[in-house]
């Protein structure tokens, strides 16, 4: 057996290891700090995070209600002659 081969490849994977962590730690800083501030632009938008799917539907049919009301107000008459 070789010891110091051993001691040198656990050596090398303690590190990868470590710098895996450090990795991973700062990733996890970052979302977090991303977090934070889509729950502030939340916030200021008055939308609770616990609500955001519930938002996220009413801004869809108020969209499709908006996009109905457009279209029946155009003059679909002149616009047939016109095609």
Do not use: C, F, H, W
Not at 2 to 7: A, C, F, I, Q, V
Not at 19 to 27: H, M, S, T, V
Not at 53 to 79: C, G, H, M, V
């Amino acid at each position: 057996m070789d010891y110091e081969k051993d001691l040198n490849d656990l050596k090398e994977n303690l590190e990868k290891a470590k710098n895996l962590k450090y990795r991973a730690e700062a990733r996890m800083e970052q979302l977090k700090k991303q977090e934070d501030e889509i729950i502030t632009e939340l916030n200021k938008l008055g939308v609770k995070p616990e609500m955001l799917d519930q938002e996220i539907i009413r801004l869809k049919n108020e969209i499709e209600s908006l996009l109905k009301e457009a279209n029946e107000l155009l003059p679909k008459d002149l616009l047939e002659k016109q095609g």
